[in-house]
């Protein structure tokens, strides 16, 4: 039972335009979304969250979309960067549930000059 | 300096074997975590302390056991390994688990089962 979902599994965007990466999920009880970025042979690094109780989170050149009617969040990257380029996991969890965070399986992101 | 760090970064051993990974915080975080990402990349928790009590243990086999010697280490042993433990483990810790903060990852244990 996956509860988010990533569908697909890569994006290949060119330097200066808009990335956006997609997940969604099943779990009305999630009240806290993240997003990571992952370089290969490195952990998860926390990128931007956002809580249920809003629709958006921005941080410079990131911002994170929830629609919670829809249960479909969003990472926007603009403008996209080589050096953006990795694995990107969204992760949600909720608040009685020992801080367990629950992934997707991952975009990867390729950025070309 | 390093917020999380796991050692070893590599571990290959044969069956049957008994190996612990470690985890240590310099992040002052009450909760540390242990991940697991299998072949198919996804990313599943394992177990869960807070102030080296568990509070988190997903049906893991308990061939797998968490030790938290203090809020700051938590460290994974395991025994009898088998082929199928071959994985990522990833640690990670962030404040009280009921908090809206995010959790903070070791670089992983790439663990090889001959």
């Known amino acids: 039972d996956q509860q988010v979902k990533q569908n697909s599994p890569s994006l290949s965007v060119q330097e200066g335009r808009i990335s956006i990466l997609n997940c969604d999920y099943t779990?009305?009880?999630?009240?806290?979304f993240l997003w990571y970025k992952k370089y290969p042979a490195e952990g998860p690094t926390f990128l931007i969250s956002?809580?249920?109780?809003?629709d958006k989170n921005e941080d410079g050149r990131f911002t994170v979309f929830l629609n919670k009617s829809a249960k479909h969040l969003s990472l926007h990257i603009v403008p996209s960067q080589p050096g953006d380029s990795a694995v990107y996991f969204c992760?949600?969890?909720?608040?009685?549930?020992?801080?367990?965070?629950?992934f997707g399986q991952g975009t990867e992101l390729s950025v070309k000059p | 300096d390093t917020a999380v760090s796991q050692t070893p970064k590599y571990l290959v051993t044969q069956m049957g074997n008994d190996k612990s990974i470690k985890c240590e915080q310099n992040?002052?975080?009450?909760?540390m975590y242990w991940y697991k990402q299998d072949s198919k990349k996804f990313l599943k928790i394992m177990f869960s302390?807070?102030?080296?009590?568990?509070?988190i243990n997903e049906t893991v086999p308990n061939r797998f056991s968490p030790k938290s010697p203090d809020k700051a280490h938590l460290n994974l042993h395991i025994n009898s390994l088998e082929l199928g433990d071959s994985a990522v483990y990833f640690c990670?810790?962030?404040?009280?688990?009921?908090?809206?903060?995010?959790?903070?990852f070791g670089d992983g244990t790439r663990l090889s089962i001959l």
């Open positions: 302390y807070n102030n080296k009590e568990l509070i």
């Open positions: 990670a810790s962030s404040q009280a688990p009921g908090q809206p903060q995010p959790q903070h």
């Open positions: 992040l002052g975080h009450d909760t």
């Open positions: 779990n009305s009880m999630f009240d806290y």
């Open positions: 956002i809580s249920s109780i809003k």
């Open positions: 992760a949600a969890r909720t608040y009685n549930q020992g801080g367990k965070l629950i």
